[in-house]
């Protein structure tokens, strides 16, 4: 029983995430119809950048290095314990690693609509997947080739001595997956909200169901659809920023997996649905915990994908989607 | 390389064509004209086209006696690394350039092939005995084709229905799963990360390998000709494999079957209502494309002398999707012509900073195939915003019934992948 509650924490956490990338998948496609492959690795550029604002805010020697080069950077020697030691630095120093790693991560997701997918947004649809697969490769390299393969993520001292919340018997949860359920879920509720009682949201919605009518009406489709690939990249760089924090490490092909799963918990929802993108986030992540639990750790992946080639055979349309006719 | 004179002169005559074929055997309706000569069938073949062919031919199998005088051995090993990416992507081509759906996984039967191939080898060797023992790796190589071709048969079964994004994501997960089972070593078969054959295994030697190193190497005399290495073994295996090939597919593809590729790839609904067998022509795709998956693999298995399961990653596929999608689509000329830039290009980086810049190997290898990897990725998305056709479009299959100017436009917008070229089909 234990055990049991312990895999479902882990599954939870691990099911938040996927369903922070899955959404990027699921709004990309809601509106263009278009499996962004290169989604998988804004989790990654996510995870480097949250790695870095970490790193400049926390680390003793990266902020030493920084200061050498640029000497308008050393303030931030002095407020380095603040951010490290205390509470409040803490939350702030996350607030501000989450922030800029989401910003950064959404801008360069506009950037990739506006120069890889724009052009080809009337060409067929697997030539803006072939285009999202060299762009997937292209930052995999190009943050390889500019950063390193792998990073070893900092924890922040304050939550390295944090002790595990107990919950009830000897189940305890560890500080980081809290904060990583809790998030995930207010995220989920804000998105949520946003795009079922905004005007924008609404425009969203129509622009999902009919982009020429949507375009009739007023509503600015370019903005609209780099509205959709802001919001994606921020909330999948959130989940990298995670993955570094929870595992401890970033390397540059990390997203590949996780994208992978993502795209699967998305399907599982039904591809456009959001709130099937959060279900199946949570869904798949409960499963693979569950799976390499009592199943096989080393087979995990396999159980993962079958499930997503299963499903994507006998049940296209997802748990909560309608099912999908082909129209000539 | 030029339209068949089967191929009349517009659409419906061709369809008209095949509906009298209707009644012809499967073994011609799959392997089309593969029996007549090869050089008979172009009757308008332009001179020039056959004496530029046959002047690579020549570089091609003179390249090694050139190499070695060099003493450039480590050349042809990359050669044959590029020749064997060239086969797969061949066979992708299959699936990819003909019949339009697209696979993300093609490590997969690379993979099987490889190391059905292995697996085999040692059981046959010993069932044969020493003096059969060069017909282990023929018999090996067309077991692991065939066993390729099953697997890919088996993957078609599900996956017939599905549309082409959902399918390119399953394909990609079937080939994890492939990797991701034969590092867990499945019933002992393929001994996890540490590859195959076990310790204390050797494989089999090549057909002919010592009869051609004691008569051709002793009896020439060892710089009158070359040394007959492993590498130049391999080189002209992997060549005279990568020639078959080339005949093989061109003649599928001028074949019924081609026919009902080309009008499935171009649209898939009207090819069925005019009477093409889609699920029949999609099987026949994935079974031929995974056959040269298996055949390459085998030669991958035998010219390393033993495998594990890191060269059939995610990325390989990508590389291989890449030869065929830079090169351009549906079309041999432009696979070998993407194949040699894509693969060779990172080799002869390496080999000229070894060799003229004293750099340590190692280090420039992983650093140049990165960057490659970095300008493919660019070059992915920006052909398919300017070029989607690739470097050499393909010929198109059907003339028009009207005119012989440029396309219409909007005529492929349902198109799948590798549209005809834009300069319409006056060829």
């Known amino acids: 029983m234990e055990f049991f509650v312990q895999l479902l924490i882990d599954g939870l956490t691990l099911g938040g995430m996927y369903a922070l990338i899955a959404l990027g998948f699921t709004l990309v496609y809601g509106i263009l119809l278009m499996i962004n492959f290169a989604h998988a690795e804004m989790f990654m550029t996510g995870g480097f950048i949250g790695y870095g604002v970490l790193n400049l805010l926390g680390s003793e020697s990266t902020i030493a290095t920084v200061s050498d080069t640029l000497p308008f950077m050393s303030f931030l020697q002095s407020t380095q314990p603040f951010f490290t030691t205390t509470a409040v630095g803490f939350i702030l120093m996350m607030l501000l690693t989450f922030g800029i790693s989401a910003v950064l991560t959404g801008l360069l997701g506009i950037t990739i609509e506006r120069f890889a997918y724009r052009p080809l947004r009337n060409s067929p649809r697997l030539c803006a997947l072939i285009s999202a697969l060299g762009m997937s490769l292209f930052l995999q390299n190009f943050v390889l080739l500019a950063v390193g393969h792998r990073m070893v993520f900092p924890t922040p001292e304050f939550l390295a001595n944090l002790d595990a919340v107990p919950l009830f018997g000897a189940i305890r949860i560890a500080p980081i997956d809290l904060i990583i359920f809790i998030t995930c879920l207010v995220l989920l509720f804000t998105l949520d909200r946003f795009v079922s009682k905004t005007k924008l949201g609404k425009a969203m919605r129509a622009t999902s169901q009919d982009k020429d009518a949507a375009g009739l009406m007023g509503i600015n489709i370019n903005s609209v659809i780099a509205l959709t690939f802001f919001i994606g990249p921020a909330l999948g760089a959130v989940a990298g920023t995670f993955f570094g924090l929870k595992y401890g490490v970033v390397t540059f092909n990390m997203g590949l997996f996780p994208g992978i799963k993502a795209f699967t918990a998305a399907v599982l929802g039904g591809i456009g649905n959001l709130r099937g993108a959060m279900l199946g986030g949570f869904l798949i992540g409960v499963l693979e915990a569950l799976a390499s639990g009592y199943i096989s750790i080393a087979y995990r992946d396999v159980i993962t994908f079958a499930i997503l080639i299963l499903i994507l055979i006998f049940r296209p349309g997802g748990l909560l989607g309608e099912s999908v006719v082909e129209k000539v | ?427």
């Open chain 2, 1 to 427: 390389m030029t339209n068949t004179k089967n191929t009349s002169n517009n659409t419906t005559a061709a369809y008209e064509d095949q509906a009298v074929k209707g009644k012809a055997s499967s073994a011609e309706a799959i392997f089309g004209n593969i029996a007549k000569p090869m050089f008979s069938r172009g009757g308008n073949k332009s001179p020039l086209k056959t004496a530029l062919t046959a002047l690579l031919l020549v570089f091609l199998f003179a390249l090694p006696i050139y190499l070695q005088g060099m003493g450039e051995a480590l050349l042809l090993a990359a050669l044959v690394g590029i020749g064997l990416y060239v086969i797969l992507a061949l066979g992708l081509n299959i699936v990819v350039g003909y019949a339009g759906m697209l696979d993300f996984g093609r490590m997969a039967f690379y993979a099987v092939g490889t190391y059905a191939a292995i697996i085999l080898a040692i059981p046959l060797a010993n069932l044969l005995g020493d003096s059969l023992e060069g017909l282990v790796f023929p018999l090996v190589m067309v077991a692991a084709g065939l066993i390729a071709a099953f697997v890919g048969w088996l993957l078609s079964l599900p996956v017939m229905r599905l549309r082409g994004d959902y399918l390119a994501i399953v394909t990609l997960g079937f080939g994890e799963i492939v990797r991701i089972t034969i590092q867990n070593n499945p019933f002992g078969l393929t001994n996890g990360l540490l590859g195959l054959p076990d310790r204390g295994n050797v494989l089999a030697s090549p057909p002919f390998f010592d009869w051609l190193r004691d008569n051709v190497y002793w009896a020439l005399g060892n710089d009158f000709f070359f040394t007959m290495t492993r590498n130049v073994y391999w080189y002209y295996m992997v060549l005279i494999m990568l020639i078959v090939a080339i005949i093989v597919v061109r003649n599928q593809d001028n074949s019924r079957l081609g026919r009902s590729w080309a009008a499935m790839r171009e649209d898939e609904v009207a090819a069925s209502a005019m009477g093409v067998n889609v699920t029949k022509a999609k099987t026949w795709a994935f079974v031929l494309g995974a056959f040269w998956g298996g055949i390459a693999g085998a030669c991958f298995g035998f010219f390393l002398g033993g495998i594990s399961p890191e060269p059939f990653s995610f990325l390989n596929s990508v590389i291989v999707l890449a030869i065929v999608v830079i090169g351009g689509m549906g079309s041999i000329p432009g696979v070998l012509v993407g194949g040699v830039l894509i693969m060779g290009f990172p080799e002869l980086v390496r080999w000229f900073a070894m060799n003229h810049l004293g750099q340590a190997g190692g280090d420039i290898q992983s650093m140049v195939a990165n960057f490659r990897n970095l300008f493919l990725g660019l070059l992915m998305v920006v052909m398919m915003a300017v070029r989607t056709e690739g470097i050499i479009p393909m010929k198109p299959k059907f003339h028009k019934l009207f005119g012989k100017g440029k396309s219409d436009k909007g005529d492929h917008t349902d198109a799948v992948v590798g549209a005809a070229p834009k300069g319409g089909a006056g060829s």
